[in-house]
């Protein structure tokens, strides 16, 4: 099985040793992606709905640097410091999908990186 890297400007660089998404079997594996605006560096907004908002759109940024898109999601997984903050993230999400919506896992964590309230990854049909 042959392999592909997929890294996008449109997107913050990973923060540790591993690639933004890599291609395998005809899918696109995205990793985990905080809400870092790739222009500043910095991040986008303090609350979990404006967060989960950026990490959405830097995971669309990486599917259209792959030749794909968030129409062909077929696996999400959330990550959220706060469970409470379950429906407000859920109703911007929902922004981002229309039905057939893609599988998804919501998990709350103790704490995610840098100090963030979501974090999101993806698994995207090619």
Same mark, same amino acid.
């Given at each position: 099985?042959?392999?592909?890297?997929?890294? #996008?400007?449109? +997107?913050?660089?990973?923060?540790?040793?591993? %690639?933004? @998404?890599?291609? !395998? =079997?005809?899918? /696109?594996?995205?990793?985990?992606?905080?809400?870092?605006?790739?222009?500043?560096?910095?991040?986008?907004?303090?609350?979990?709905? #404006?967060?989960? +908002?950026?990490?959405?759109?830097?995971?669309? %940024?990486? @599917?259209?640097? !792959? =030749?794909?898109? /968030?129409?062909?999601?077929?696996?999400?997984?959330?990550?959220?410091?706060?469970?409470?903050?379950?429906?407000?993230?859920?109703?911007?999400?929902?922004?981002?999908?229309?039905?057939?919506?893609? %599988?998804?896992?919501?998990?709350?964590?103790?704490? /995610?990186?840098?100090?963030?309230?979501?974090?999101?990854?993806?698994?995207?049909?090619?």
């Amino acid at each position: 099985m042959t392999t592909d890297t997929i890294a #996008t400007d449109k +997107a913050p660089a990973a923060i540790g040793p591993y %690639a933004q @998404a890599r291609i !395998a =079997g005809g899918l /696109l594996f995205v990793s985990g992606q905080l809400p870092i605006d790739p222009a500043t560096g910095a991040f986008a907004g303090s609350d979990a709905p #404006t967060q989960a +908002a950026r990490s959405l759109t830097n995971i669309a %940024a990486i @599917a259209e640097a !792959a =030749g794909t898109s /968030l129409s062909k999601a077929v696996k999400m997984t959330v990550y959220v410091t706060d469970l409470a903050q379950f429906k407000a993230v859920n109703e911007v999400y929902g922004g981002f999908f229309q039905a057939p919506f893609p %599988a998804r896992s919501t998990v709350e964590v103790s704490a /995610l990186p840098l100090g963030a309230s979501v974090e999101i990854d993806a698994v995207i049909a090619l």
